[in-house]
């Protein structure tokens, strides 16, 4: 894992739908290996279950300043990143490749990262997480566009 441009003294707060709890269990171990104290929201199992009830108190996290930054997942990732967005402050991005990933932090300063599960391999997923994680705001003429948000 790349060092983190994120604050590591915060928690980084994840949760997931019943579609996405196998990459977050994975993801979550990866992170924690890493130095990351992190905070599960769940779900806890693959018993079918909604998705906002995980997506609201990840967002609220960042929202409120209890976590440095956000992971959701779920089958498509946009009924999270849909939730999440709802929270003022947050900048949640659906992720499917490693420049979307990338292009979220460079140029939007997102600070929640969405994974379609059902789309991208779990390889991806960490790749993903990784570069997210390790990704710089480039600020200059983006900080104009994120402040119109």
Known sequence: MQPTVFNQQLPLVIGCDHAGFDYKEVIKQILTDAGWQVEDKGTY?????????????????VE?????????????????????????????????????????????NANVLCIPARFVPQELANKMTDIFLSTAFEGG??????EKI
């Open 64 to 108: 409120t300043g209890v976590a440095a930054v956000g992971i959701l997942i779920c089958g498509s990732g946009n009924g999270v990143c849909m939730a999440a967005n709802k929270h003022k402050g947050v900048r949640a991005a659906l992720c499917w490749n490693e420049e979307l990933a990338a292009l979220a932090r460079q140029h939007n």
């Open 45 to 61: 199992s693959k018993e079918s279950t909604d998705f906002p009830d995980y997506a609201h108190p990840v967002a609220t996290a």
């Open 141 to 146: 003429r983006h900080e104009r566009r994120v």
